[in-house]
């Protein structure tokens, strides 16, 4: 069963079809590639 | 019955075989929602003893479309970062329906390069969605592994 890690899930809830790479499951690991919206906030996050 | 000796030393001498290998691994799942083609983290780095050998790549690894994203994944190899695959990398995994919850399989290739150099080259795996915006992954589940060999 493929189950996903709650930073993605939050990444789907709070930024909606945004393109990012997830390096790792950390707030390091995430390359925000998209334009314009921002990257989220670690705190946003709940990391 | 008459039997003809041969002569060794006219038998032609064919070398072939491997350098030592190398290999790379990683156990962290790389995810991404972009429609281009993006470094994972499964990577290795080989320096060949000589510009005309070729080297020969394999890759294996969990590939996914993450839950519910209706997006197909693809995977290649890339020599730094030039895609040796076609747009479509060297194979897909597609999901079946909208319906679909997630869609995962190992997935194994092989390719033989021709990098053209003695120096240290780079091949690493790249994952791309067909959806912007949708989210695949390589190596959420196992270890991912790519190994390079110097045919010489």
Redesign the interface.
Known sequence: MITEHAIILKLWEIRPNTIWNLRSYTYEGLEWLDDPSTKPTAEELGL | MARTKIDPSLIPTLTIGFQAPVQGTST???????TSF?T??CAATITPTSSSHRIKITVSGFL?T??SQSANSYVTIARSTTNLGTAQGFGALLYASAAD??A?ALVSFIYIDSPATASSTTYNVQIRSDV????VGFG?QGTQVIVLEEIV
Request: no cysteine; net charge positive.
């Open positions: 962290t799942e790389f995810t991404t929602t972009a993006q994972t983290n996914r993450a839950t919850t997630s995962g912007g915006g949708k989210t959420q």
